[in-house]
T-cell receptor, first 117, second 112 residues
Framework: DTGVSQNPRHKITKRGQNVTFRCDPI?????LYWYRQTLGQGPEFLTY????????KSRLLSDRFSAERPKGSFSTLEIQRTEQGDSAMYLC???????????????FGSGTQLSVL | GESVGLHLPTLSVQEGDNSIINCAYS??????FIWYKQESGKGPQFIID?????DKRQGQRVTVLLNKTVKHLSLQIAATQPGDSAVYFC???????????FGTGTQLKVEL
């Protein structure tokens, strides 16, 4: 399978615990995105990387959230001191930016469903 | 701020009929539009996209229409099949980067 891969698929944690999710983008895709989706809503942008550089973060992203893409390949999203309001589907997407095209379609993974008890 | 909205939360169609899902966007600077299909427990799956320099684009059984004058986007699905049952999202972007803004989605139900 050469699509976007996310692990784990499901995570149940207690409030106050830290969690980390991993995303493996489509190989050779230089852009990687994190989105959050709650039930019945569309995905909300959190942050994105071009290669290893984090280029933009949403104002919705609190200080408890941190994302990394150290080698420009896979990425991790960590949530510290989880709260019940963090319960959501966390989606990763990737795209191949040519630098000349204004927009390119995003390919999404199946997401990590986080439940904070 | 930029927002993207859908007119109908649920659309029911008979198998074989054509489906039309509508979407309105608010930011006139948006220059890229895309439709995704999302099945339960899965991530959004790309259907079709269109840039602002076009007003129509066709794919396999799907057509996207863009009316920039009224900031309206629609997705037409021909000969709707049971496998088309899912939630459909429109999204828009502007400028460089791919920070897409998604709407809330329309649930398409195909009745046999």
């Amino acid at each position: 399978d050469t699509g976007v891969s996310q692990n784990p698929r499901h995570k149940i944690t207690k409030r106050g615990q830290n969690v980390t999710f991993r995303c493996d983008p489509i190989s050779e895709h230089n852009r990687l995105y994190w989105y959050r989706q709650t039930l019945g809503q569309g995905p909300e942008f959190l942050t994105y990387f071009q290669n290893e550089a984090q280029l933009e973060k949403s104002r919705l992203l609190s200080d408890r959230f941190s994302a990394e893409r150290p080698k420009g390949s896979f990425s991790t999203l960590e949530i510290q001191r989880t709260e019940q309001g963090d319960s959501a589907m966390y989606l990763c997407a990737s795209s191949a930016s040519t630098g000349k095209t204004t927009n390119e379609k995003l390919f999404f993974g199946s997401g990590t469903q986080l439940s904070v008890l | 701020g930029e927002s993207v909205g859908l007119h109908l939360p649920t659309l029911s169609v008979q198998e074989g009929d054509n489906s039309i899902i509508n979407c309105a966007y608010s930011n006139s600077a948006s220059d890229y539009f895309i439709w995704y299909k999302q099945e339960s427990g899965k991530g959004p799956q790309f259907i079709i996209d269109i840039r602002s320099n076009m007003d129509k684009r066709q794919g396999q059984r799907v057509t996207v229409l863009l009316n920039k004058t009224v900031k309206h986007l629609s997705l037409q699905i021909a000969a709707t099949q049971p496998g088309d049952s899912a939630v459909y999202f429109c999204a828009s972007g502007r400028g460089g980067g791919n920070k897409l803004t998604f709407g809330t989605g329309t649930q398409l139900k195909v009745e046999l």
